[in-house]
């Protein structure tokens, strides 16, 4: 046979070889491990898919709750900011009423008109005691409007 006959069939051969295995791996038949490996590759890809879309959800929730935990911060430190400003007060109102308990237990028993005039003079100091209460909630009210009114000018 001639050299050009041999490469000739040589071709052909190699091109029917090539058009079969193109065709195998098109179209794997079940049992073959090619077939196996697509299931395989599919699934990892759907897992994938998933995973991606948790990760997704994951990052949204977590930029949310990083904001939400700045504004908790924000809050909590003005919060703390209060409570450190009123504690004083209440210090002194706490050692009003002591001293008060103190003058009220001291007093040696009494006949009925000073007893009388006792409760008055107690029911007068709760009733101061209780504006002065009004009085502080007021002055808590008016400070938050400020700060809100500060927070509001530092954010433009």
């Not at 077939?35 to 998933?50: A, C, K, M, N």
């Not at 709760?126 to 808590?140: D, F, K, N, P």
Request: glycine share 4%; no cysteine; aromatic share 6%.
């Amino acid at each position: 046979m001639s050299d050009s006959r041999i490469a000739t069939l040589r071709k052909r051969v190699s091109d029917r070889i090539g058009r079969l295995v193109d065709w195998r791996i098109n179209h794997p038949v079940e049992g073959n491990r090619l077939y196996d490996f697509y299931g395989t590759v599919d699934s990892h890809g759907r897992h994938l898919e998933d995973v991606e879309r948790a990760r997704k959800d994951y990052e949204r929730r977590l930029a949310a709750l990083e904001r939400r935990f700045g504004e908790v911060a924000r809050v909590q430190h003005w919060s703390a900011n209060e409570l450190e400003r009123i504690i004083p007060q209440i210090a002194a109102q706490e050692s009003q009423l002591e001293s008060l308990r103190e003058k009220i237990a001291a007093v040696p028993p009494a006949d009925q008109p000073q007893i009388d005039e006792s409760r008055t003079l107690i029911d007068e100091i709760r009733r101061e005691h209780s504006q002065i209460r009004v009085r502080l909630t007021a002055v808590a009210q008016y400070e938050d409007r400020l700060r809100k009114l500060e927070d509001r000018t530092r954010s433009n």
